[in-house]
Nanobody, 125 residues
Framework: QLQLVESGGGLVQPGGSLRLSCAAS????????IGWFRQAPGKEREGVSC????????KYADSVKGRFTISRDNAKNTVYLQMNSLKPEDTAVYYC??????????????????WGQGTQVTVSS
């Protein structure tokens, strides 16, 4: 069965950068659409970015466009989220999630069946 583990979170100053990783095990990740989500205290979980199974399609929330970049290395069974120009409002627990896709399709922020445990990102001076 597919398992996901996030890493790379931590404390960073406004304007700084952080790179999150989502490592998969149990199944080859090339069959899965991957999404990054976040949840801040007192707020609902929101989609941040997603990437299709072969990396041909990506999507970003308006709040992170131009600052975040999603990528994947299927040979390493890992998906990344590069976060630049971080703002205090980016503070949240970040989760990666997977959705089985037998063929590559445009990714969306719904329908994910597998979730990681989350990693804390705090942007503060």
């Amino acid at each position: 069965q597919l398992q996901l583990v996030e890493s790379g979170g931590g404390l960073v100053q406004p304007g700084g950068s952080l790179r999150l990783s989502c490592a998969a095990s149990g199944r080859p990740l090339n069959y899965y659409t991957i999404g990054w989500f976040r949840q801040a205290p007192g707020k609902e979980r929101e989609g941040v970015s997603c990437i299709s199974s072969r990396g041909g399609n990506t999507k970003y929330a308006d709040s992170v466009k131009g600052r975040f970049t999603i990528s994947r290395d299927n040979a390493k069974n890992t998906v990344y989220l590069q976060m630049n120009s971080l703002k205090p409002e980016d503070t949240a627990v970040y989760y990666c999630a997977a959705d089985f896709a037998i063929v590559q399709a445009m990714c969306i922020f719904s329908g994910y069946d597998y979730w990681g445990q989350g990693t804390q990102v705090t942007v503060s001076s």
